[in-house]
């Protein structure tokens, strides 16, 4: 079944189930994945739906779902939560995804939360918590295994079958009575030897390993270079206190290269689903003020280069020289949106029943962005221009042509992924050629309509 069918019956079974009497357990059918649901509570209902549906689910449901939950979600579904219930649920947890849901919450709700827990899982949440989020330490997990070397590699089996909650079983790490690290058993390497055989002579002693205060990307390029499932992380002493793995350094790599990518467009942090239009554009209005400043700056170069006499008669002269600002303003205005919309459809943010709301929330946030870069650019070019009706008629005409380039860019990027076109391909250079053209034949166009009739003259 297609990703896309799986999320469709996720999102039929949560829609039958709100209109059932309150109270009643929620049991999705089988095979629905915890990542789906977790998925549809983020993206298709509202705060107050998505609690409902939450706290109506089994506990091991539950703990499953908020383990394939994005963060910020997370932290919405466990607010209000009765202590004792939050307590059970993050028994049923890894270690490191408790730990990053109580980093949203108060110290109060931390220690109310902590002592509902047996007092060795309190511990590992408290150690754990001790870590900044974005080292090896703030995204590794407790629960792996170890192994002596003098033990018999049966033994060592017999143990990884016993021991529960594990968050990998595909290494055992060697070490020593006092915890340093002195090789890796991978499970293969066990089921391949005799059970009688010392782990001494089946480990490997060469181990990559992390530090506990390491950067997280440079962790996650670590697995990914040398294809680990897990990595050890090590304190300063160079014991093992904990381990990364694959999973966890998939995530770090995706919100690192996104964060990247949004910023290189221009577009700040990337945004959360149901995000508030303020949040949205908070993140992409920096960069703007920028390209205005440089567009101001841009027309009074032009301006002393080549003076009104030279560029022609009437108000064309006044017009010109922001034609610069309108090119890099409707390039960053397109490059944003077509950032949001590329990362969304690759990550799956942008599913099939959410497209026109999204498409609707872009052309919002173009024009918010286009109504402060007015107010930004009209006292400017009043004050160059020497008076305020040809400053407020071109930044009239910027703010449409900067609204209409946000329609572009979201409608090509929207359309060549409905048409079975890869928007990042798509997106780049016809954006660019169709906004860009687009923009500067609206912006004379609008900026001419308003100051011919002041001027007196046709241009």
Not at 11 to 27: K, N, S, V
Request: proline share 6%.
């Amino acid at each position: 079944m297609r990703r896309r069918e799986r999320r469709h019956r996720v999102l039929e079974a949560c829609r039958t189930h709100l209109a059932q009497p309150e109270g009643t357990p929620f049991l999705p059918d089988e095979g629905m994945h915890p990542a789906d649901i977790a998925d549809v509570l983020w993206l298709d209902f509202d705060q107050e739906e998505a609690r409902t549906l939450f706290t109506s689910l089994s506990l091991a449901l539950a703990a499953d779902v908020l383990s394939e939950a994005e963060p910020a979600l997370a932290d919405k579904l466990v607010e209000g939560m009765d202590p004792q219930r939050l307590g059970r649920l993050f028994a049923e947890l890894p270690a490191d995804d408790a730990t990053d849901i109580l980093g949203f919450m108060t110290k109060a709700e931390t220690q109310e939360i902590l002592q509902q827990l047996e007092p060795e899982d309190a511990r590992d949440l408290r150690h754990l918590g001790v870590y900044p989020g974005d080292s090896a330490g703030g995204m590794m997990t407790t629960e792996f295994i170890t192994a002596r070397e003098e033990e018999k590699v049966g033994d060592v089996l017999k143990r990884l079958k016993r021991t529960e909650d594990l968050e990998t079983i595909d290494n055992a790490y060697v070490v020593d009575d006092e915890g340093y690290l002195a090789g890796v058993l991978s499970s293969r390497e066990m089921l391949e030897a005799s059970i009688h055989d010392p782990v001494r002579e089946v480990m490997n002693p060469d181990v990559i390993q992390a530090r506990v205060e390491e950067d997280q990307e440079n962790v996650a390029h670590k697995i990914l270079h040398y294809n680990l499932s897990s990595i050890p992380v090590v304190d300063p002493r160079g014991i093992v206190v904990g381990i990364v793995t694959a999973d966890d350094a998939l995530e770090v790599l995706e919100e690192e290269g996104t964060e990247d990518a949004m910023l290189l467009a221009g577009a700040g942090m990337p945004s959360a689903a149901n995000e508030p239009l303020l949040q949205r554009v908070l993140h992409r209005a920096p960069m703007l003020a920028v390209t205005v400043a440089a567009g101001i700056l841009m027309s009074r170069v032009m301006d002393y280069f080549a003076p009104q006499e030279v560029e022609g008669t009437g108000e064309w002269g006044t017009i010109v020289p922001y034609v610069p600002m309108v090119l890099a303003l409707a390039g960053t205005i397109g490059a944003q949106t077509s950032a949001v919309l590329v990362r969304g459809f690759a990550v799956g943010l942008i599913p099939p029943g959410r497209r026109w709301p999204v498409f609707l929330q872009e052309i919002q946030v173009g024009g918010v962005l286009g109504l402060l870069c007015f107010s930004l650019s009209v006292p400017a070019a009043a004050l160059f221009a020497g008076d305020w009706f040809t400053g407020f008629s071109l930044g009239v005409a910027l703010l449409l042509a900067m609204s209409w380039t946000s329609v572009v860019a979201s409608s090509i990027a929207m359309g060549s992924e409905l048409v079975g076109l890869d928007p990042a391909l798509v997106a780049g250079p016809v954006m660019i050629a169709v906004s860009d053209l687009s923009a500067v034949l609206l912006f004379f166009g609008i900026a001419t309509l308003m100051l011919t009739p002041a001027a007196g003259v046709v241009p």
